[in-house]
């Protein structure tokens, strides 16, 4: 600004005034400090006046946030909105769960422990019922005061009798074990006749849920064990229609996929690696699928896709089992998910988690934590009856809009969103269990009680 009077004959005696303030060293004038900077402080000062003014206009509203969630009727848009805000801001978990707390029973060894020793009982399809025990252990949502729970978990394994015919699990003891063991807990404890169950919790991992049988003719005949229709079950099944074996308070959850086993795949082959693999299945496939009792297998879906695809060289189909599988699946474009006797499948998990798009084949099928995965936007669906059309449909599909499916698919969030882990992760399976019991606190008998205080 000096410099300016310098250049200005009108203020040239104002300009002298300013120069006899100034010291003299050597015959020449020397600017005091804050005169030789003023520039630039006259620009600090400035720039933060308007970067203050920028903030506090521009702070993000809070209020009108929550008031937007809440205001939402669907409750799968505020389930989602509240696991994203979760992924988002994790030491406030406590806070979004609704403050949750969950008190486990500590039952008999014969009820859970004492099946843990066959290895496979906590790696198999059916695991999540181990797998959701051993991480609510471990969790801060559990307590251990009865009298200060939201929940109650009920820890029984029923999947890890497996048959000495044909190695898979066998259920046939599943209604009584788990009878003896409300038996139990009734006995020990005012909690369960005090709610009548009803803020209980089970697992049911298998074929047709808390029906506890394969056979959907039989599930359905046998129905829920009247001692747990009042209760919340996590099962794998679940469709969008009526159905007896889903007629409860229910959460839809994956099947167990091991996440140590994804992991190593992953390590060998990244997600967005080479994909040599057009169409991949790998399972059961009959050539005449009626078997001895009359049924069909896969109501002749799996039957079809061999016949009409079998020797279509863009369709890598494999009937016979493979442990690394997952090496294939990994090298795999679209990966096949038909129905098998029930219409859930842990190749859906698996696809999901190792990048391949999934072909969901199993008409009314109601998928795991739909309000949070963004299933449309991950996988393909295809009706039963238009399998034989399947080919058309993926060439179609990798024409068009292929990559970006992929795009959402490889999205890290989702592999954590399906797959159970010992110690619970903010964002995974056991995590979104949570989030879909905070949004049922209305069973609960403590709250419901403090309510009306």
């Known amino acids: ?68 969630i809440i205001s939402h009727s669907q409750s799968n848009v505020v389930s989602r909105a509240l696991s994203e805000s979760i992924l988002q801001h994790p030491r406030n978990n406590r806070g979004l769960l609704k403050d949750l707390k969950v008190y486990i029973y500590e039952l008999p060894a014969k009820y859970n422990a004492d099946w843990l020793s066959n290895e496979r009982c906590s790696n198999h399809l059916f695991a999540s019922e181990v797998a959701i025990h051993k991480a609510l252990m471990k969790s801060d949502v559990r307590t251990f005061d009865p009298s200060e729970a939201d929940f109650f978990f009920v820890p029984v394994y029923v999947s890890c009798n497996f048959s000495t015919v044909n190695g898979f699990p066998a259920i046939g003891h599943a209604r009584a074990l788990l009878s003896s063991a409300v038996d139990f807990i009734s006995s020990e404890l005012p909690f369960w006749k005090r709610s009548n169950g009803s803020d209980h919790v089970f697992v049911a991992s298998h074929d047709y849920g808390a029906c506890f049988h394969a056979m959907e003719d039989r599930a359905v005949a046998d129905g829920i064990p009247e001692f747990m229709k009042n209760s919340i079950i996590l099962q794998t099944f679940g469709v969008k229609y009526l159905h007896p074996c889903q007629d409860v308070e229910n959460i839809v959850i994956p099947p167990y996929i091991s996440p140590e086993n994804v992991q190593s795949t992953l390590s060998n082959s990244p997600i967005d690696g080479r994909r040599d693999i057009f169409v991949f299945f790998r399972g059961k496939m009959e050539v005449h699928p009626k078997n001895v009792s009359g049924r069909f297998y896969s109501k002749r879906v799996r039957t079809e896709i061999l016949r009409k695809y079998g020797n279509d060289r863009r369709f890598y189909l494999k009937r016979h089992r493979f442990s690394g599988y997952q090496s294939e699946i990994v090298r795999s474009v679209f990966c096949l998910c038909p129905l098998g006797w029930a219409p859930w499948s842990p190749r859906l998990v698996e696809s999901v988690a190792l990048g391949c798009v999934p072909v969901i084949i199993a008409d009314g099928i109601r998928l795991p934590f739909e309000s949070t995965v ?78 009306s205080e």
């Not at 200005?8 to 010291?23: A, I, P, Q």
């Not at 630039?40 to 720039?47: I, K």
């Open 1 to 68: 600004m000096v410099e300016q009077y310098r250049s200005t004959k009108n203020h040239r005696k104002e300009f002298y005034v300013s120069m006899k303030l100034f010291r003299t060293r050597n015959g020449k004038p020397e600017k005091p400090f804050c005169f030789r900077y003023f520039k630039w402080l006259l620009w600090f000062s400035l720039s933060f006046y308007f970067f203050a003014r920028f903030l506090s206009n521009h702070q993000p509203s809070t209020t009108k946030l929550k008031t937007a």
């Open 374 to 451: 963004p299933w449309p936007e991950i996988s393909l669906t295809v009706k039963e009856k238009d399998v034989a059309k399947l080919g058309g449909i993926l060439d179609y599909v990798a024409a068009t809009n292929l990559s970006s499916i992929q795009r959402n698919l490889w999205d890290h969030k989702l592999r954590r969103a399906l797959l159970f882990h010992d110690d619970m992760e903010i964002g995974d399976a056991t995590w979104e269990v949570l989030v879909a019991l905070s949004m049922k606190l209305g069973r609960s008998y403590r709250r419901s009680r403090l309510s």
